[in-house]
């Protein structure tokens, strides 16, 4: 009994040691030691993982006398540590290497599928948040302005409504689509973008040229696929919150909720705040259109009871209230002459659903849905319009073998639009059902194609096809060569897409039925990257055309008074050669960027005597450069980024016997942002906007005195017969903006 009891008392010694748990503590930085945020820390022995937190701590309970622990996150190689109690040293410490994040990012938009962007046959451009967020921005527009061949265009100098170009072609060509779903169109290109918050971004991939096979009418110039963010990697409660020297106000609120077994999902509420009248320019017109806004944004992911195949579900509501004109307008000032002013009131609702079948995890079914409701006064002109747009796709990949993967699907578009303008009488209804098949074969090592086709019905103009051919020449390891092919078509509609068509005082003149517009694009592009121990290098270039047909241009010149659409009776070209090199040192901890655009967009018409004559398009930049550095200094955790755009001259629109310029001198925007980080989850920031001040001339608003145009016949005070005319726009009337912003990670 004594022995029995000296051995248990043995034991009952080593038992705490046997099941010994202790709290680790450590870090994920990459070489340049700067933090790794939201990085995963797994305990290999038990499966067991954390999660870092924004400044890449974490905290780990470890009951284990040996383990190993494995650290990692998207866009690095993964790292194995052996971890034992016995010589644990606090904090661990993992340093984990770049995964050539450049070539090796994960798209999307070429495919339907998550793919390598090494492996696409079609070239996508990938932009993270951190790069879109190197010049605060309260919205989309802004953040796409350091993109190659983007540029955020204001189309109206009063309410400062804007669309985003691609390659110099208007925003109605370029199709936005949210997670993939084409959500945005019709209202929503000119009213809509603005309000959706870069608080909400992860990253923004870009298709130039047409990308009508996958995704249908309106992707003629390009594609912008806007990701939002993961719900694994949100915060559970996040804050942001910036001001500026204006008087901008913008905060955003994340919130995340889980349930393991049934759901998990994230809310994001951002308002936007601006009602401070500013008139430097002395034209009597505010410079910045002031604006109410808020928006709500869920995220939701349900799971059935194998807590697999989780149903999507994106919802999205947008209040807005914006006005410009006059310093002294006001709400009743509406649709009287007593001040112009340009006022539009916007509610707007989106939902979209995914879903993957279980049995058949080859299907897809997406589905999305937008009401757009607009109240809106632009002098005298009063103009309420409502659209609704439906989308339902079913897609079905095929692996067939090593060398085919293929995609089909079927598609559904409604649309409806109803406003209360002499051009629409009734509501506008059509149907776009439509059948696309894409195959992308891979006949060796190096090389692969993608052909692909689509035919659309559409319940007014009936079949429309849009064919598409990429191929991809791996020539090194690190070098491709894309050459592609496609076409586009758009069916158009005036005024939900044209801000022209409302502002000022002219009549709007159609002189015929409006066809849908065609393209066919070719587009040459050739990527090559090097890596060192001490340099990342990304050089890339691409060779573009894009041949019109139908074309609608608005022609401000013919008659002053009024603006005239019809189909071009000859055709556009859209062509141009862009290049952008990123460079990463490892030793010094810099990254530097710069691209530049140069851009012919022409319109080709027939003359009296049978010659075709070329004029430049309106609003077309004949080239950009864009540059900026970004270094980051280890001891402060600071981080400093400069960058910079400059563009060249921009065709305008001109009255008769104008003395504005026709074209837009060069001009360049600077700006400059630091930013801190703190240990304990803050973040703050510094940012100068334009800081050398640039703003048009003050002549761009026309006659601004007489907005009304009620002394356009005094002979004395306007011999030429001047009409007031606000579509003289080419960039913003904000001078240099001091931002400060800050966030807050629980």
């Known amino acids: 009994m004594g022995r029995f009891f000296v051995c248990f008392s043995f034991m009952f010694l080593l038992f705490p040691f046997f099941s010994q748990t202790i709290e680790i503590n450590g870090k994920v930085i990459d070489k340049q030691k700067k933090p790794i945020p939201f990085a995963h820390i797994m305990n290999l022995s038990d ?3 954390v999660v870092c937190d924004v400044t890449g701590n974490f905290k780990m309970t470890i009951g284990n006398l040996a383990t190993v622990l494995k650290a990692s996150s998207v866009g690095f190689e993964s790292e194995e540590l052996n971890f034992s109690i016995n010589n644990y040293k606090s904090p661990i410490t993992f340093i984990l290497k770049e995964n ?18 090494k492996e696409s046959p079609i070239p996508i451009a990938v932009y993270s948040a951190q790069f879109l967020n190197a010049v605060p921005s309260p919205s989309l527009v802004q953040a796409t302005n350091q993109i190659t061949g983007l540029r955020p265009q204001f189309n109206c100098s009063v309410c400062n409504t804007g669309d985003i170009h691609i390659n110099g072609m208007e925003g109605a060509y370029s199709m936005i689509v949210i997670d993939g779903m084409p959500i945005m169109g019709g209202l929503s290109t000119v009213y809509g973008l603005q309000g959706i918050p870069t608080s909400l971004i992860d990253q923004v991939e870009v298709i130039k040229g047409p990308a009508s096979t996958v995704y249908g009418s309106e992707a003629m110039a390009g594609l912008i696929n806007v990701l939002t963010k993961n719900i694994d990697c949100v915060p559970k409660l996040s804050l942001d919150f910036n001001i500026s020297s204006w008087g901008e106000l913008q905060t955003s609120i994340v919130y995340k909720l889980i349930d393991k077994e049934r759901f998990k999902a994230f809310s994001s509420i951002d308002i936007f705040n601006y009602n ?9 017109f505010t410079d910045l259109s002031l604006k109410n806004r808020y928006s709500i944004f869920n995220k939701f992911q349900f799971f059935n009871k194998n807590g697999a195949n989780p149903l999507n579900l994106t919802l999205r509501y947008l209040n807005e209230d914006r006005w410009g004109g006059q310093m002294d307008f006001t709400e009743q000032d509406r649709g009287k002459n007593t001040s112009y002013g340009e006022s539009i009131l916007t509610n707007r609702v989106e ?11 080859n299907l897809k ?4 849905f937008s009401f757009h409701d607009q109240k809106s006064w632009y002098g005298l002109v009063d103009y309420e319009a409502k659209q609704i747009i439906g989308f339902s796709q079913l897609t079905w990949h095929k692996s067939l073998g090593n060398k085919n993967n293929l995609l089909s699907g079927f598609a559904l578009r409604y649309n409806s639009y109803n406003d209360n303008t002499a051009a ?5 209804k059509w149907w776009l059902p439509g059948f696309f098949v894409q195959d992308n074969f891979k006949f060796s090592d190096n090389q692969q194609l993608l052909f692909g086709w689509r035919t659309d019905f559409h319940s007014k103009h009936g079949f429309i096809n849009s064919p598409r051919i990429n191929y991809q020449l791996n020539i090194t390891e690190n070098s491709s060569l894309r050459i592609g092919y496609g076409d586009g078509f758009r069916v158009v509609n005036v005024f939900t897409e044209d801000h022209a068509a409302l502002t000022g005082a002219r009549e ?12 066919k694009n070719l587009n040459i592009n050739l990527s090559n990257f090097w890596n060192t121990d001490n340099l990342q290098i990304t050089l890339e270039s691409s060779v573009f055309e894009s041949r019109f047909s139908n074309k609608i241009i608005p022609d401000f010149l013919t008659n002053d008074n009024q603006i005239i659409y019809s189909n071009l009776s000859g055709y556009a070209i859209a062509r141009g050669i862009s290049s952008e090199i990123f460079l990463k040192m490892y030793k010094i901890p810099l990254k530097l960027s710069l691209n530049g655009t140069l851009l012919d967009v022409s319109n080709f018409k027939e003359n009296s005597v049978g010659e075709m004559v070329k004029s430049q ?3 077309a930049e004949k080239y950009s450069i864009k540059w900026s550095a970004n270094f980051w200094f280890e001891k402060l955790d600071l981080d400093m980024v400069y960058s910079a755009t400059n563009y060249g001259p921009i065709r305008l629109p001109i009255l008769e016997n104008d003395f504005r310029p026709e074209y837009s001198l060069p001009y360049t925007i600077h700006n400059l942002k630091v930013s801190k980080n703190y240990n304990n989850g803050w973040t703050t920031f510094l940012s100068l906007r334009n800081f050398t001040n640039f703003t048009p001339p003050k002549y761009s608003i026309l006659r601004a005195n007489d907005p009304f145009d009620q002394n356009v016949n005094d002979p004395i005070n306007n011999p030429e017969g001047y009409t007031f005319d606000a579509s003289y726009m080419y960039a913003s009337f904000q001078g240099i903006n001091f931002v400060f912003g800050v966030s807050f990670v629980f």
Request: glycine share 4%; proline share 3%; aromatic share 8%.
């Open 100 to 117: 050539n994040d450049i070539l090796k990012e994960m798209v999307i938009s070429g495919t339907l599928q998550l793919i390598d962007r």
């Open 276 to 284: 401070n009248p500013i008139d430097n320019n002395e034209d009597g």
């Open 47 to 49: 499966s067991l993982s």
């Open 617 to 619: 398009q309106l609003l």
């Open 424 to 428: 629409t009488l009734k509501a506008d």
């Open 508 to 519: 709007i003149i159609f002189l015929e039925e409006l066809e849908p517009e065609k393209s």
């Open 365 to 368: 079914w997406q589905n999305s």
């Open 351 to 361: 939902a979209s659903t995914f879903y993957q079948f279980s049995e058949q995890k």
